[in-house]
């Protein structure tokens, strides 16, 4: 199976433009905000929160963080205006951290502010490993001044271990993921490189001590297994469901998600939408095989 996901992910450039628009309308939203309230609205109706995310890459001038600042505080506005259950993400580089930290941050503070106004939750996604410091500098920064924020942690990354502490806090949310980037081997947990279920038990520990101090914590992932490991931990350690909820991506695993939410958890869809759909379903497919396969697999029926 691996194979085919790795020569997936190599065949990316020769699929065929209007195959991989096919294949993104089931994961991403549209392309126009409107696209995304429409999208968030049935998914509200079924019972999911979720999480906005306009699709948007590393910037390389300032002038352009600052547009998708504006164009974040519009889907702050769209999420108040039509009443919908819904918080956003955002990129950091996509609001120039790279090129100017403290600028990032103020666009930030405006995002934040701006959410606050709506009582609305904003999440830093984490990025790769060249953001990791700068994003949790970041965080730290923020939540002094603004308590609507939370961030992503990677549990394939071995600094998490050390990067987590400081974060647990009954005010804080984190959201547990395995980890989308390639990255160098040294900055993973033992085997992590070639084998996703070898997180799993890093990804535990994490969810366990965000659950020990009452860290609100947004389980990301579509892993049966350890999903089915996590209940059961919540479950012995008596930790109430208005504690921690699962977060899926839009269009995957659909029947999980909605058995979960059959189970009375708390499930919400992460919801990508925006011009970009060609470069963010490429880059998805480019970073992670295992995507790539799903994704030829879709198309043959193999
Ligand atoms: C809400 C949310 C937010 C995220 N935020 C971040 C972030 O900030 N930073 C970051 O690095 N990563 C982020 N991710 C991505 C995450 O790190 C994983 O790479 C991704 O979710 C796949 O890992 P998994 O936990 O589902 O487990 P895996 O072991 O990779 O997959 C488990 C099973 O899920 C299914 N599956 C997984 N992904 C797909 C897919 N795209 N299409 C179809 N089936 C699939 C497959 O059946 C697979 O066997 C986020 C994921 C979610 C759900």
């Not at 939540?143 to 961030?151: K, Y």
């Not at 469901?241 to 991506?249: A, H, I, P, R, S």
Request: neutral net charge.
């Amino acid at each position: 199976m691996r194979l085919l996901d790795t020569l997936a992910a190599h065949a990316i450039p020769y699929i065929p433009r209007a195959a991989i628009r096919k294949i993104s309308r089931r994961y991403i939203a549209g392309d126009t905000l409107a696209d995304a309230v429409t999208r968030v609205r049935v998914l509200n109706n079924l019972g999911f929160s979720t999480t906005l995310d306009v699709l948007g890459k590393t910037v390389s001038t300032l002038a352009q963080a600052d547009r998708m600042a504006d164009e974040y505080i519009d889907v702050l506005d769209a999420i108040q205006a039509n009443g919908l259950s819904a918080g956003i993400s955002i990129k950091p580089s996509a609001l120039g951290l790279m090129l100017d930290a403290q600028q990032c941050e103020r666009l930030v503070d405006r995002i934040l502010d701006s959410a606050g106004r709506h009582q609305t939750i904003v999440c830093i996604d984490m990025e790769d490993v060249t953001c990791t410091q700068k994003e949790i500098d970041l965080f730290r920064s923020v939540t002094a001044r603004h308590g609507n924020v939370g961030l992503a942690l990677q549990a394939y990354l071995r600094r998490t271990y050390e990067d987590i502490g400081p974060l647990l806090h009954e005010r804080n949310t984190l959201r547990i993921c395995k980890g989308i980037h390639v990255e160098d081997r040294s900055h993973l947990v033992d085997g992590a490189w070639n084998d996703r279920r070898a997180i799993n038990t890093h990804f535990l520990s994490h969810v366990s001590r965000c659950l020990e101090t009452g860290t609100l914590v947004g389980i990301a992932t579509h892993d049966t297994q350890l999903v089915d490991q996590i209940i059961a931990l919540a479950r012995d350690m008596g930790v109430d469901n208005t504690k921690f909820e699962f977060q899926m991506l839009l269009g995957v695993c659909e029947p999980l998600r909605d058995r979960l939410l059959g189970l009375g958890f708390n499930v919400r869809i992460y919801v990508p939408y925006g011009r970009d759909w060609y470069g963010y379903s490429t880059r998805r497919l480019k970073e992670n095989p295992a995507i790539a396969g799903h994704v030829l697999r879709a198309l043959t029926g193999l």
